[in-house]
């Protein structure tokens, strides 16, 4: 169901300011109801316009989400569920998840040009590799092919092994050994030329669990290759990203979105995020920016978003903002009402107009198949779709 606020809706800079917005409400793989999206006038044409789909995931209700337009334009979203979702990465046919204890690979089922019920794409799991709980946040794809994880729980960058829960690959240098101890929250993975090459963390720590004593201004920025400090007193920052030859990043305790002046150490806030902001991804002139609602825990009171907030006037909300890197304004945004208040990571689906996943809480996923027969890529659904309506 769709409530078009205006249907007259305009697209273009500066109209994440109008007044006018989209309603959306949402029933998903497990049949849920009440899950509403507000968007600024002309999200539905931006989306349209740059001809990709976006992928978010949501840990606090372990879900993977889908957002793409129906054919009508109306904002599409389909949300398959995966205990703690995390760390992201698409090219738009093949999808990599970070989850509580599993990295899956998942696939897109569809003949190049085809579609089902709408759908363009048609995400599902191929392959799953036992992790444990090593609380997995960033994960990327090197330029062999392999995934690479940040491995939180370890205090350090990890890729999968066949045989073992995963294969070590780097620690920071402060960290003296690989223990499951959490040290100091290393998070955020930036590739360089499809190498590892910055990584972010919450404090420079070497016992259990002692970055949470350093959060306001113990955040740094590591050079994978060097060892080497890039820059420090930063608030919990996430999402470090190498583009256009800038080293972007959220500093998530002050909720600025910004880049890393790597030659003087600094960072150069660009855009305040209304909110705890991590999940950061590119295109073209813009940036992609997850927000989530203030943190209730303990560990996350008492950080400079909490006064930069209030000097702003702003409440914390969850949902995505569009930031123009020219100007670093905010020229589209989505809220996300419901019982979602906080996500992780965010992925562009270049190529991609209306996509959906399945997941092993829906018998769907046991009535899809999907074969090659002659050269030719046969898919077949012997029950009707569930999702998006």
Known sequence: MTDSMNPSSQSGAGSGSAPEQRTVVRTGERGQSGFQLVTSRGFDEWLAGERMSLALTTYQVGGLLLLGLKPNRDISIYAAAF???MGLWSDGQSLWLATGTSIW???NSLAEGAQQDSFDRVYVPRISYTTGDVDAHDLAID????????????????TVDERFSFRFLWKPPFVSTVCPEDRCHLNGLALERGRPKYVTAVAKSDAADAWRDFREQGGLVIDV???DLVAEGLSMPHSPRLYRDRLWLLDSGSGYFGFIDVEHGRFEPVTFIPGYARGL???GDYAVVGISNQRREHAFQGLPLEQNLAEKGAAPRCGLQVIELASGTVVHW????S?????YDVALLPGVVRPKALSFATP???HQFCYEQDGRIQHWSSTPSAGSR
């Open 143 to 158: 330029a062999d092919g392999r995934p690479v994880f940040v491995n939180s729980r370890f205090s350090c960058l990890a």
């Open 339 to 343: 019982k979602i208040e906080e996500l």
């Open 364 to 366: 769907a996923i046991g």
């Open 105 to 107: 690979r998942m696939e």
């Open 334 to 337: 989505l809220r996300i009402e």
């Open 281 to 283: 991804a590119f295109h």
């Open 225 to 227: 290759e060097s060892g």
């Open 83 to 85: 205990d703690r979702a």
